[in-house]
């Protein structure tokens, strides 16, 4: 991911980088995530990160895009070939919603972790529900009047909204947490059928 002539290109350092930035957010925090703390431990200087990176928190988004492309794995792993498209759906979101717990509040912290652009907010998990609830209208199970961006959004927030707050509060159970969250979601189906 360097850059060269203004392009971005994908080198071995970049991917050292990127690992190392994974390893130390999700297991320490994005408190310990620092330029200063990646150059220390690949014995570099600040321009070698800076040469690939705009700033730290391009890093963090990085790392964000990491987890969530662990956390769809696991999503996509839920689904059942013969079940309804909503079985389905929720078989994903409760996924979601148990691994973002069972992991630490680093996990978490980047799994909620978004950019605005133009576009809108940009998370690859919320992304990865509006292409399922598009695929859904394509094959009939949502209605076609559904705007798809609004119901992603609302599911990540109440799928990694809830888990996070859970996680942070001993005194809330999971039980009841889970009970919150499936309420909210079959809310939201109701609205897409």
Do not use: H, P
């Amino acid at each position: 991911m360097a850059f060269s002539k203004g392009k971005r290109i994908e080198d071995e350092t970049s991917k050292r980088i990127v690992d190392l930035a994974v390893n130390i957010g999700c297991r320490e925090g994005v408190d310990a995530l620092t330029v200063t703390r990646l150059c220390r431990e690949l014995n570099c200087d600040r321009r070698v990160i800076y040469n690939r990176f705009r700033d730290i928190d391009e890093v963090n988004m990085i790392v964000a895009k990491r987890c969530n492309e662990e956390l769809i794995q696991k999503a996509e792993a839920s689904v059942l070939e013969g079940a309804s498209y909503y079985d389905n759906l929720l078989a994903r979101i409760m996924t979601v919603f148990t691994y973002i717990y069972e992991k630490n509040a680093y996990f978490q912290y980047y799994t909620a972790l978004y950019e605005v652009s133009e576009g809108g907010v940009k998370n690859e998990l919320l992304q990865d529900l509006e292409r399922v609830i598009e695929r859904g209208k394509t094959q009939g199970a949502v209605n076609a009047a559904t705007d798809s961006k609004m119901a992603a959004e609302t599911l990540w927030i109440l799928a990694t909204g809830i888990s996070r707050m859970l996680a942070v509060n001993t005194e809330y159970q999971y039980q009841n947490a889970r009970k919150t969250m499936l309420y909210g979601v079959q809310a939201v189906f109701e609205s897409m059928k």
